[in-house]
């Protein structure tokens, strides 16, 4: 709790507030996120007609479709980031106990993935498996694991020479309760930085995907399919290009200002990759 | 170790072939899928001219001895053009614009990061950093969208988008650079600091060097050092924002027909740009390290 009330005030309220209004906010709203009115396309924003933020092609409040958009955006910003967590450190914790040839051919293999064009990897993925939303998330977490195994691996390969854990081998223990009650629990602080620093690049590779129209499908939306609408329409009704950035553009800020504080904070010694 | 490095980039791309190869011809759906069903006829004629109707294994064969050769086959979409004639006509103003952003990016990144390091921690440090911190939050297509109606829509100071005339360079070129500006900005001030610490710059201080001897002698060949080796992974960005910012500024680059191949199931056609992307990313890892190996003395003596 002392970690938090450290981390920089603003960027964390604001993330609060954003994060707030898009869980609770579209109960709130008069207008529903889906609710079309062809009679009253492209309005303004204005606050004497209800719509603050204006209102779209097919006449839906923008600010209710920003709300659930957010909801999308922050949602699989987070389930790609635990996916990959998940991946990137039972790979890594293994590579690493494991040691010797197996490491070599795991680690060899990260490297080699990691030199291909990673975005170019998803966007084929996108292509294969077709356009559906929870997908999305497992193409994110596919390119995403590999910085977090490195990390892992690196941590584990240093604790393995600890005492204690040639205790516990000493001890009898097999491999597997090694590494579950040993090795993952002191992973614990750089997993959380590494986490914590990939969310903003996991939104950021969602609503890449959604702008260039391969990832969240209509009436579903997310930030980036917002912008790609908005960047369609942006010489008349700016109004719908605007609401969308300034969410995603200040939600990354903030996201990259907390895991820059965070880690600064936790341990500068684990030198990760910025 | 120049041997082993090319050695080894024939691999990765044979890798990437494969994967991409293989990754499509699992996806479900073909591109002759359409609206209206096809009769059984004309389903395995098409079939024959694409040669989808041999195994796998052929068509994967004869996929790679195509691609050895510079063919990447038929396009699925563009049906009376070749993929390698598409990517020959969209590779020029890819390059041209790839190019002028890494280019603009390293010329902006130097000046405000070696102009901020002059001084640690006073207000134009602050400045530079916390707005390189913002450049590098912000994804391109919120960068380029917000240049477009600045200085086209609002200003009409610049076309919002197109191609064939100087000007129509200026935001596209802008809008890919300035992540990576403010990524080199971030690294050039670390390198400055972290080598003005060092032994010899305090021993050519105490030699009375002057200030700009001592900069551009002493502490810059050592603070390139983390930018050079960035150049690889950013040309690679480059690459990537390219894609979304041909499709902004509608460029005939092969970023936008890999989003319309990509939109449409045109498979070879997204699997020839994939093997262009990556060829160039690795041939630009290579002249990176290769450059890094001449100039840092270290890695120098360890290679001979």
């Known amino acids: ?274 | 170790m120049i041997v082993t490095r090319l050695l080894l980039a024939i691999p990765t791309l044979l890798i990437i072939i494969t994967l991409a190869f293989f990754m499509i011809k699992v996806a479900p759906g073909g591109p002759f899928d359409t609206e209206r069903a096809l009769t059984a006829q004309v389903q395995a004629n098409l079939n024959k001219q694409y040669k989808l109707d041999q195994p796998l294994i052929a068509q994967y064969g004869h996929y790679l001895s195509g691609v050895v050769r510079g063919d990447f086959g038929p396009s699925f979409q563009y049906r009376d053009q070749s993929v390698s004639g598409l990517i020959r006509q969209g590779l020029p103003p890819s390059l041209l614009v790839g190019g002028l952003a890494l280019v603009l990016a390293l010329m902006v990144g130097l000046s405000l990061g070696v102009w901020a390091a002059r001084r640690p921690g006073s207000s134009i440090d602050r400045l530079t950093m916390a707005g390189a911190s913002i450049g590098l939050a912000l994804p391109s297509f919120v960068i380029a969208p917000m240049l477009a109606i600045v200085f086209g829509v609002g200003l009409r100071w610049l076309p919002v988008a197109g191609w064939g005339t100087l000007s129509n360079l200026v935001l596209p070129v802008t809008a890919l650079a300035i992540p990576y500006s403010a990524s080199i900005a971030r690294l050039i001030r670390g390198g400055i600091l972290d080598t003005s610490a060092e032994p010899f710059v305090r021993t050519a201080r105490a030699k009375n060097v002057s200030a700009q001897r001592l900069l551009f002698r002493h502490i810059l060949p050592r603070a390139m050092m983390p930018v050079i080796s960035y150049l690889g992974p950013a040309a690679a960005g480059i690459l990537t924002g390219s894609v979304v910012i041909e499709t902004i500024f509608q460029i005939p680059g092969i970023g936008r027909y890999f989003v319309q191949g990509a939109l449409n199931r045109d498979f070879t056609l997204v699997m020839g740009v994939v093997i262009v992307y990556a060829a160039l990313i690795i041939l630009f890892n290579l002249i990176v390290d290769l450059a890094l190996q001449r100039l840092d003395p270290r890695t120098r003596d360890a290679a001979s």
């Not at chain 1, 924003?45 to 209102?55: A, K, M, V």
């Not at chain 1, 193409?139 to 204690?164: C, N, P, Y």
Request: aromatic share 8%; proline share 5%; net charge positive.
């Open chain 1, 1 to 274: 709790m002392s970690l938090i009330a450290r981390l920089p005030r603003l960027p964390l309220l604001i993330l609060g507030f954003i994060v707030l209004t898009c869980v609770i906010g579209p109960w709130l709203l008069p207008a529903a996120a889906g609710e079309m009115n062809l009679l009253n396309t492209y309005a303004p924003p204005s606050f004497s007609s209800g719509h603050i933020l204006g209102t779209d092609p097919l006449g839906r409040d923008v600010l209710a479709r920003l709300l659930q958009a957010g909801r999308v955006s922050l949602a699989v910003g987070l389930a790609a980031t635990l996916a990959s967590a998940l991946i990137g450190v039972t790979y890594g914790a293994i590579a690493g106990y494991r040691g010797g040839r197996t490491d070599l051919a795991m680690m060899r293999l990260v490297d080699i993935i990691y030199a291909l064009p990673f975005m170019f990897f998803v966007i084929v993925l996108m292509v294969v498996i077709g356009r559906h939303m929870w997908l999305i998330f497992v193409a994110i977490a596919a390119v995403e694991w590999l910085t977090m195994a490195r990390i892992v691996r690196g941590q584990t390969v240093s604790l393995k020479q600890m005492d204690f854990i040639r205790a516990a081998r000493a001890m009898g223990l097999t491999d597997g309760a090694i590494i579950r009650r040993h090795i993952l629990p002191n992973l614990a602080t750089p997993v959380i930085v590494f986490a914590t620093l990939s969310v903003p690049q996991a939104i950021m590779i969602e609503s890449f995907l959604s702008f260039l129209g391969l990832g969240v499908q209509e009436p579903m939306t997310s930030w980036g399919s917002m912008i790609k609408q908005g960047v369609a329409d942006m010489e008349f009704a700016p109004w719908l290009l605007f609401a969308p950035s300034a969410a995603l553009a200040v939600t990354l800020i903030c996201l990259s200002v907390l895991g820059d504080g965070l880690r600064d904070q936790l341990d500068k010694r684990l030198s990760l990759p910025t």
